[in-house]
């Protein structure tokens, strides 16, 4: 049995290295069989002629290199789509993701899941921080039709077939989690403590993670804009019920003018609501735009394809 592990990696210079090392060493006490296939999402650092480097002095390893940095998503798609092995795992490069769990999550494969999924707990997270997440998993799983699990990321192992799976959707819109989720098969979790990232920087920065939020409840169904439809509704039975109202009070009192800033807040918060809601339906026609240009997730400017795990790729595709 063959064991895949896909690395996205941006900038990681100052860990590869001892992540190269600690996950091999790993996987050599576990007896697997096994590639590392590495791709550099566009590092303006060192990342790349480390990697060759390492590709250089270990043949279980190869590479892929992209032009730029075309995000974690298509670096991970590149990945797989790379990976020749009965198991994928996908693993971080900051060792945030703990080789040591490896031996637990291929013990569950071969007992049959097709999902392995790692949780971490939010130890060590900012109370703001887990306190939001909290709430947005709430909230995101009453609008979207998948389950999505707070602490649930990016590392996990795939079978086979769920690793084909989920090659098979090519939307441009990656939003690997509700993927994971909605491909489905016998999934379970592993558990493990959140590591502080020990070297380089996190490349989340609030305005991503915001971006992330509103991609996972847009990318998923077309709940938001029922959600739309529904508020208008209810905005349109409202007025209607004021109106009554006020002609009623109108024909028993008299006309009275005064009125004035109920009038403003009125006008300026249904302006506010539709505004909100052509955004959502603007979100939605910006995905369809980038799904019909039918452009590439990525393009690769290096490559090592003198490594096995080619062959695979070419007898799979
Ligand atoms: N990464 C990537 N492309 C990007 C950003 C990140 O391939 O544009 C990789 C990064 O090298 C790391 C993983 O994705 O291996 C997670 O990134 P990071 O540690 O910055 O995210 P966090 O752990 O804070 O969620
Ligand atoms: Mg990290």
């Not at 590392?36 to 590709?55: H, I, K």
């Not at 939003?175 to 909605?182: L, N, P, T, V």
């Not at 409202?238 to 807040?265: F, H, R």
Request: aromatic share 8%; proline share 3%; glycine share 8%.
């Amino acid at each position: 049995m063959l064991i895949s592990i896909v690395v996205p990696c941006f900038d990681e210079e100052e860990i590869i290295g001892r992540f190269h090392a600690r996950v091999t060493a790993e996987l050599e006490s576990l007896g697997a069989e096994f590639e590392l296939v590495y791709v550099d999402d566009g590092s303006r650092d060192r990342t790349l002629p480390l990697l060759e480097e390492m590709a250089a002095a270990d043949p279980r390893l190869c590479y892929v290199s992209f032009s730029r940095n075309f995000g974690k998503e298509a670096a991970m798609l590149a990945g797989l789509r790379h990976a020749a092995g009965d198991a994928v795992v996908i693993m971080d490069a900051d060792l945030q993701h703990p080789p040591e769990l490896l031996g637990r999550m291929l013990r569950l494969h071969g007992e049959g899941f097709d999902q392995v999924v790692a949780r971490r707990t939010r130890k060590g997270d900012r109370v703001t921080r887990t306190l939001t997440a909290r709430a947005y998993y709430r909230l995101i799983n009453r609008l979207v039709d998948v389950e999505l699990v707070d602490g649930v990321g990016d590392f996990r192992l795939l079978s086979r077939r769920t690793a084909d799976a989920i090659l098979e959707l090519t939307e441009y819109n990656r939003f690997s989690k509700g993927i994971f989720a909605w491909v489905g098969f016998r999934t379970t979790t592993v558990e493990y403590d959140n590591a502080v990232r020990e070297q380089g920087r996190s490349k989340w920065t609030l305005g991503k993670l915001l971006n992330y939020g509103l991609d996972g409840l847009l990318s998923f169904n077309n709940k938001p804009l029922r959600a739309a439809l529904h508020l208008g509704l209810l905005l349109v039975s409202v007025a209607a019920a004021y109106a009554v109202w006020i002609v009623g009070a109108a024909l028993v009192n008299g006309v009275d003018t005064p009125g004035y800033v109920t009038l403003l807040v009125t006008v300026i918060a249904l302006a506010g609501v539709q505004m909100v809601m052509l955004g959502v339906v603007g979100e939605y026609v910006g995905r369809i735009y980038y799904e019909v240009k039918r452009r590439p997730h990525f393009l690769v400017k290096a490559a090592n394809t003198s490594a096995p795990h080619h062959h695979g790729e070419l007898v799979r595709r």
